[in-house]
């Protein structure tokens, strides 16, 4: 899976990933990330997700990082908020008021770009990668956020049945990326209804990823 395959996907609208809605599991367990009007969210791989508005709605700041640019200026659009567009670091930087897009590969991004981060919202990115990315993107992230707490939905499936992405990412895969550095939590499993892709049974999985040391 490269870049090619995702720009692809939003320049055909193949993107049945994106929910017309406030991700109910959001909604149910943001409480669990304990922040504070005017603390900081980043989003990995946010696509244009209706999510992003209910976070601003809350008072919190957001960042987020995609690859697609037609992905970004639809968000801005659904918002409507007019960006200011920066280039910065390789990336392209659209910004409003407590929110910032950056636009490239997340693998690029770092610390410096992000700056001090008070939690993580994955809902969609983990599940994106296959399995060889995943090690590497769970590494990438816990080192540039610093281990900062998370909020992780992913699904589980029969991934024989069913080609990813979204992938199938059973439990046991979470711990081994992310146990060294986080109490993990499973918040709920929920049947997903029809299935994945109308194919086979998958489960919606919800975890709390808190920093040990905090």
């Known amino acids: 899976m490269d870049i090619n395959f995702w720009h692809e996907k939003w320049r055909r609208g193949e993107i049945g990933f994106h929910r017309q809605d406030i991700n109910p599991h959001l909604l149910a367990h943001l409480h669990q990330l304990k922040l504070k009007s005017g603390q900081h969210i980043l989003l990995p791989l946010c696509g244009k997700t209706k999510d992003i508005a209910y976070l601003l709605n809350q008072g919190y700041q957001?960042?987020?990082?995609?690859?697609?640019?037609?992905?970004?200026?639809?968000?801005?659009?659904?918002l409507s908020l007019t960006p200011e567009v920066t280039q910065v670091a390789g990336f392209q930087c659209y910004s409003a008021?407590?929110?910032?897009?950056?636009?490239?590969?997340?693998?690029?991004?770092?610390?410096?770009l992000l700056g001090k981060v008070d939690a993580i919202y994955d809902r969609a990115a983990l599940v994106a990668l296959p399995l060889a990315m995943r090690k590497d993107y769970s590494r990438h992230l816990s080192h540039i956020t610093h281990c900062a707490p998370q909020l992780l939905?992913?699904?589980?499936?029969?991934?024989?049945?069913?080609?990813?992405?979204?992938?199938s990412i059973s439990e046991q895969e979470v711990f081994e990326h992310y146990a060294k550095a986080y109490e993990i939590t499973l918040l709920e499993r929920v049947d997903v209804a029809g299935g994945m892709k109308g194919k086979v049974a998958s489960t919606e999985v919800v975890y709390h990823l808190n920093t040990c040391s905090r």
């Not at 960042?63 to 970004?72: I, M, R, W």
């Not at 950056?102 to 410096?112: K, L, M, P």
């Not at 939905?153 to 992938?167: H, K, L, R, S």
């Open 153 to 167: 939905i992913t699904y589980e499936y029969q991934q024989d049945a069913v080609e990813g992405p979204p992938f």
């Open 97 to 112: 008021n407590k929110i910032r897009i950056f636009v490239g590969d997340f693998f690029s991004f770092n610390h410096d």
């Open 62 to 78: 957001v960042t987020g990082v995609e690859l697609s640019e037609l992905a970004v200026r639809e968000l801005f659009e659904d």
